[in-house]
C-alpha cells in the first residue's frame, strides 16, 4: 500500500494499465473459448455499451434465441453456454459477425474519444473536475440492465440511466455500488393473492463483471480493501462492470476470510435487518471512498444519490484529519465536493438509527474524524442538539454536501418544506434545496421501431441531441400512418407477449385451466398499463376502488383492457395488500378476459410494456411522488399518461394543448375522500373522454385526434424529460 510513485503521474498511469489488463484478461478468456470469428463478441460483452445501441441486443440473439433468453440477456453467460453447434453456426455467418465488428469498431471509437472538458463544471477553475478527479457518482443499486440483477426499482433505473447518459456526453464520472449476491427475487403470485419471493443467487464470476487486480501486486492478485464495521475488520473485492466509458465499481464481502455475518453485508439489497443495512452504508460510503482510493481515484465532486453512501465524504475528511488537518475545516473541504440528491418524501425512504446502533456498527469511526459521540450524532439529526433524535441518513447527506435536491419542481417544494427545521434561521423558500427534475435515457427506453422510424425520417445521430426541442418539432415530417403503424405493431406484440406470459402464470398459480385461458387480450383493443412498485402511496387499489364502475367500464361499448405489473418490497405490507386488491376481484365478470396481472416486473418487462400500452395511468397520493420516470419512457414510446398532477407529470401536463390526461393533485387531508374523489375522476375520464377518443377513426381506421395528443406528448415530454437534459443540469448547476 505504501508503495512510492515518482510522481502521481506515473502511479494513475499503473492503476490504468492495470485496469485494462483486468478487462483484456477477462476478454481473452472468454474469446478462448470461441470460434476465433465471434472473438469480437468477447470483447462487446464486458462492456453493456451494446444494450443501448439498436442493434446490439440483436446480435447476440442471432446466436442463440433460446438460450439468450434463459440467460435473462446475459452475454457473457451465452458466449459460455451456447452450444458448439450455435457457436459455429454464428462463426459462419458472416453477416452477422460483420455486424458484430462494425459495432465494436463503432463502441472502440467511442471509448477512446477524450472527455468532454466542455462541461459546465470546468466553468469554476476550483472545482474543475479531471479525468483522474472524476465524479464518484454513488449509489445503492443500478438498473443497468435485466441481467445485472442489482435494483429494486426506480432509484436504480434512474442510476443506470444517470451512467449511460454520462458515458453518451462523455462526462468524466465513475460509479460507487454494491454487488449483491442474493439480491433480486422472483415474484410469485399465490391463489390468495399473496406476493411469494424467491431470491435468485447471482455468480458475479458469470457476469458481465471483471475483479480488480491490485495494481501493486506482482501476480494480478484481486484488489482488497478493508472497513471497520461492528469492530471487525470486514474485507472486500471490487468487481468493475464496463457502462460504455463509465466504469461501474461494486464492492463485495463474501469472501472466505470474512465471517458470514459480512459476508451477508453484500448479500441482499435493502436487507432487513437494521445492523446489517447500516454495514451496508458503511461499506457503500467508506469502502467505496476506500477503494476509489486505492484505484488511484481521487473524486474531484462526489455525488449521492440518496443518503445510503453519506458515510463516504466523512471517510475523505478522516483521511485528511489523519495527516494533520483539522476536523472542521476537513469537513468543511469535503462538503464543497459532495453534493446530495434525495428521492423520497415517504417517511420509510428516510431511515434513522439509535445512537446505541450507529456506536456498535460504526465503532471508532467516529473517533477518528477527532469528534466526539454527540457531535458525530448531531451530523445525523434535524436539530443538532435534541440528544433523543434518531440518526437520518438523509440529514447526514444534507449536512455533509454543498448541494441538495430533489428530483421534481414539485419536489423540490416537498423537500424545502420536508427539511425546513434542519435550517430554523431559513424561510422554506430559502431552505437550500432546489431541485433537478428527473429524466430517462432515450436509446434505452426509445424502442428500436420507433427509434428506426425518427431515424429513417431524420438521418442518424438525432437521439446525441435529444434534449433539443428542434428535433422534435420535426415530428411533424413523420405521417400519421407510419407513427400510427408502428403503434400498432408495438401493442400486437405486448399483447402477444403478455397474454403467453398472464396465461401461464395463471397455470402455475393453480388457477382452473378454464379461467386460466379465458384471457383475451386483443391487440386492436385500448390497452392500458399500470405498472409501479407496489406500494401504498401508489395507490394501485384505485383501480378497484369502486368495483361497479370498474366492471361497467370493462363491460362498456368501448373495450378496455388492462396490464398490471409491480413487486411489492418483500417487508412492504400495505403494497402486498395493494397488489392483493387487484387480485382478489379476478372471478368477477369480464375480469378475467380483460384484466392480466404480469409477475416479475422488471427492466424487460417494463420496455415492453411501456411501448405497447396506448395509456399509462399513474396514480400516486400527492404529494408522495417525487418524480416517477415510467410514464416519461411511455411518452418517447407515443402512449399518453394519464396521471395525477404529481412528481414530473406536475410540470409536463399542458392543459392548453393537451398531451395526456391529469387527475388533481391536490392534498387532501382526508385520505378516503381523495381516494373516492381520484377514483370516480379515473373512471370518469376513461369512460367519457379516453375510449371515446381512441376509437374515434378516420376512413383509413388511423384516429385522428388521438395521434395529435401523441405528438404533442412526444414534442413535449421528449425534448425536456430526458437524461441529456437532466445530466446538462447536474453539470450546470448542481457539480
Ligand atoms: C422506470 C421503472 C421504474 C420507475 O417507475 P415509476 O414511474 O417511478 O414508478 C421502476 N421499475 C422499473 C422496472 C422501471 O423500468
Redesign the pocket.
Known sequence: MAEQFETEADRQDLVKSSRREDLARAQASLAMKLPPELGVFARLAYNYRWSWHVDGPSLFRAIDPVRWQSCGGNPVALLEEASSEALARAANDQELVSAANSLWAQIEAELEAPTDTSTGIQADPDRACTVNNPIAFFCAEY?IHESLPI?S??L???AGDFLKQASDSRVPLVAVGLMYHKGYFRQRIDMDGVQQESWLESDPSRLPAVLVSDAHSSGADPLRISVPICGREVLAQVWRVDVGRVPLYLLDTDLEENLAVDRWITGRLYVGDRTTRLAQYMLLGVGGIRALHAMGIDPGRIHLNEGHAAFGPLELARRAIAQGADTNQAIEDVRQRTVFTTHTPVPAGNDTYLPGEISAVLGDFPKELCLDIDTFLALGRTSRDSSNEPFGMTQLGLHVSRTANGVSRRHGVVARTMWQDLFPKLTVDQVPITHVTNG?HVPTWMSEPMQQLLTHKWGSGWQANASDANVWSQLDSIPDEDLWQVRQNARRKLVAEAGRRAINERLIRGEKPDYAESLDLDPAVLTIGI???MTAY?RLSLLTHDLDQLLQLLAGDHPIQILVAGKAHPEDIGGKDALQSIVTIRYEPNVGRTIAVLED???E???LL?SGCDVWL?LPRPPL?A?????M?AALNGSLNLSVLD?WWAEAFDAENPNGWAIEGDVNSDPVGQDNRDASALYGLLHDTVSPLFYDRDSSGIPQDWLKLIRASMRSVSAQFNAQRMLDDYLNNIY
Do not use: H, P
Request: hydrophobic residues 35%.
Open positions: 438498473a435494483y426499482g426506480g436504480g433505473v434512474l430517462v405498472a409501479r412498485r401508489k416486473y422488471d427492466l418487462l417494463a420496455a411501456v399513474n411522488e418524480s416517477g420516470t415510467s410514464g419512457k412528481g
